[in-house]
């Protein structure tokens, strides 16, 4: 468990597709549903009329989502392959929670499409697709679900497949990187063990897809960024910042540099769970000591990078963006609070540089006046403080932005250019 590296995973796809049921199916077959707990289920789904649904019920706890079948809101669960462990996103398909569907991706760090056999690409899937691309997830992997109602055919399996690469393709995935999956997450066929089912099928099973995607690897070769959530002050030990390591590797009597300040210090102890390491890397959750380094130093939204490495510091960025949801509109000057990695700043966007449609990426306006609800736009926003940003090919987590007013998600975005502080 200490070793696995921590992935976030989503869910996405149009409506029944068998999103909940596929991470449910998942979650018994490693070992994170007790079979006492799946008969319960088995008699609950049976009781509202809703047989089936056993697995889905899993992850819809809400009694609207169980009386009508659907997810409404996000569910987050955890559970172990053979390389890493996950926490899985459970998002809605129906089209009046797109929203929530959102929210869930811009954390997740993979997706998965979940494609009915039968009814193949239908409205959300091409829209989650595209939204999947907006909000920066580069690996997804494909099921084609529901095989069974299919007669487990080939031929069905390969006439879906070649239309969700077309969709894909369209929306900038690239077809060859992508694993596509028959399986039956109902009955459990390519799930996590080889289906008898589908014996012309020789790619991996949606578990073993799952271990071998490669992101959180290479980002152990990447310079080190440790964004700082919290620092608490504690007896005996001093100053202790918390965070995840976003890539790279930290060790103790590391140089350090703390930005986007620029403080330089030396790296005095790392734990784990209050136990001490000597070096950890990307995904793990720390909590550390530097050398000289006190509570006024160090805060909630700084990046601690390698010395000769330090992250960069937009000075004014370019973001592609979706407005969630904002009650009047949105235009050059407004000044709500981004939420960048841990940091929360100020910011005002200076200009909208064209306003696309969120269902195929095509440009709809140039230089619009405003944008709405709903609207997919490329901003360019002046951070009112030094933030450390990066951009989404060089760095997706640290690329990835919310913005908040009023109390709430009104936006989501990812970082696409900068123009770093000098
Ligand atoms: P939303 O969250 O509302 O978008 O739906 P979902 O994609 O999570 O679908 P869900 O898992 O709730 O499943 C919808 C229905 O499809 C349920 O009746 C499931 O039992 C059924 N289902 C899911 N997977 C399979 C499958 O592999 N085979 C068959 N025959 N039925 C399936
Ligand atoms: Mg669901």
Known sequence: MADRKHVNLITIGHVDHGKSTLIGRLMYETGSIREEVLRKLKDEAKEKKKETFEFAFFMDKLKEERERGLTVDLTFKEFNSKNYYFTIIDAPGHRDFVKNMIVGTSQADVAVLVVDAKDSVQEQTKEHSYLAKILGIDQMIV???KMDTANYDQNRFNEVKSQIEKLLKGVGYKPETLKIVPASAYKGDNVSKKSENMKWYEGPTILEALDSITPLERSVDKPLRLPVQDVFSITGVGTVPVGRIETGKMKVNQNVIIMPAGTKAEVKSIEIHNQQRQEVSSGDNIGFNLRGVGKGDIKKGDVVCEEDKPATVAEEFTGQIIVLNHPTVIAPGYTPVFHIHTAQIACTVTEIVRKVNPKTGETVEENPEYIKTG?????????????????????????????????????????IDLTPKK
């Open 143 to 145: 099921v084609v679900n």
């Open 375 to 415: 609207d997919a736009a490329v901003i360019k926003v002046k951070p009112k403080k030094p933030v450390v940003m990066e951009k989404q090919k060089d760095l997706p987590h640290l690329a990835r932005f919310a913005i908040r007013d009023m109390g709430q998600t009104v936006a989501a975005g990812v970082c």
